[in-house]
């Protein structure tokens, strides 16, 4: 398979993140992506090269999932946080005001001039730092997203989009989670529009996909399933339940297989083959797996028990739905094993089709 990398992934990288009420290392850091990336070269799956698309209709494919709002603020909010304070360039963006959800009387509508304020408007969490290089990032990994699936659009089997920061918590509007743009939703909007009728997102990262649920929730024609730490202990808490099934038109096509803290790879082996089973009965022609890792035994900030020895058969797995697969680098913290993980998965799946 081609994988497509983020020759500007290294730009963004976060000093620190808010944790329960002291500032603490980042996890998601470029170190990451570098990692894959070796052992790409050590084991090749196929072709290494960044994205080249063309930059208009990199911006058409960025505003299919993105509303212009949040990405005019994305362009310019490293300058607009140095204007805010010159010291500023010294430091990460990170938000501490938040205008919760407009049930709480809070407005939604009016875009404050205050820089901080509309940080606070356009993000959920205060634990994804936003720094000089964060929207060329951004915008090279939707490249390799969108790379992605014009390669399989145009009759491949499988591509990568490796890239950070991830995606699947970036919603319409927001950012969060380590994510700013969502490549996953990027990529299966980018199938849809290059005529495959039903595409499948399914998420194997640690967390629920969030972002990826919301801008698909009320549409019939990309399902969503995502497998997950329970969001009632695991973040990001306010979402990823059960009994989310879509709305509207969208009612049936959201699947959470939310599941407890520890669980081991039976459990989440047999969650898989539920979700695959969802993919199939919907009838997709495509398939999106945003790619976490996370679900690692050694991951830092998560809670299954995924061995490395696993991986190759989850991938093995996913080539079993027997679609076109576009697969987007999401988590995955443990940055020593991460590449060893990715790889094995992808050769999994690779070996399997
Ligand atoms: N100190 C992805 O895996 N909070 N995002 C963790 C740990 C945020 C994870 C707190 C976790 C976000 C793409
Ligand atoms: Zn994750």
Known sequence: MKTFHNPHHAGHV???????????????????????????????????????????????????VHGARY????????????????????????????PLANRHGFRHDVLPHNFAARLGLFSFDSG??????????????????????????????SA????????????????????????????????????????????????????????FYERADVLTVSLHGDPATEYPFFLGHADERGAGAGTGFNLNLPLPRGTGVQAWRAALDTA????????????????G???????????????TSDYAAVG??????GLPTVFTFEGGYAVDEVGTNAVNLLEGFQRAA
């Open 14 to 64: 976060g000093q620190q993140e808010m944790f329960r009420g002291r500032m603490v290392a980042c996890h998601e850091v470029p170190a990451r992506l570098d990692f894959v990336l070796a052992e790409l070269q050590r084991r090749p799956l196929g072709p290494l090269a960044p994205p080249a698309v063309d930059a208009a209709a990199l911006d058409a494919a960025i505003a299919r």
């Open 71 to 98: 990405l005019a603020f994305l362009a310019t909010a490293w300058d607009d946080w140095v204007a805010m304070d010159p010291a500023n360039s010294q430091r990460d963006a990170l938000p501490s005001v938040w």
């Open 128 to 157: 994804s730092p936003l720094t000089a290089g964060t929207w060329a990032a951004a915008r090279g990994g939707a490249a390799c997203a969108l790379a992605a699936a014009q390669t399989v659009a145009g009759g491949e089997r």
């Open 160 to 215: 990568f989009a490796l890239t950070r920061p991830p995606g699947h918590h970036a919603g319409p509007d927001f950012l969060g989670g380590y994510c700013f743009l969502n490549n996953a939703a990027i990529a299966a909007q980018a199938l849809r529009d290059a005529g495959h009728a039903r595409v499948a997102v399914l998420d194997v990262d640690y967390h629920h996909g969030n972002g990826t649920q919301t801008i």
């Open 276 to 291: 695959l089973r969802a993919v199939g009965d919907f009838g997709a022609d495509a398939l999106v797996v945003p790619l």
């Open 293 to 307: 890792l996370d679900t690692f035994e050694g991951d830092p900030i998560s809670g299954f028990t995924l061995k």
């Open 316 to 321: 093995a797995a996913l080539a079993g739905a």
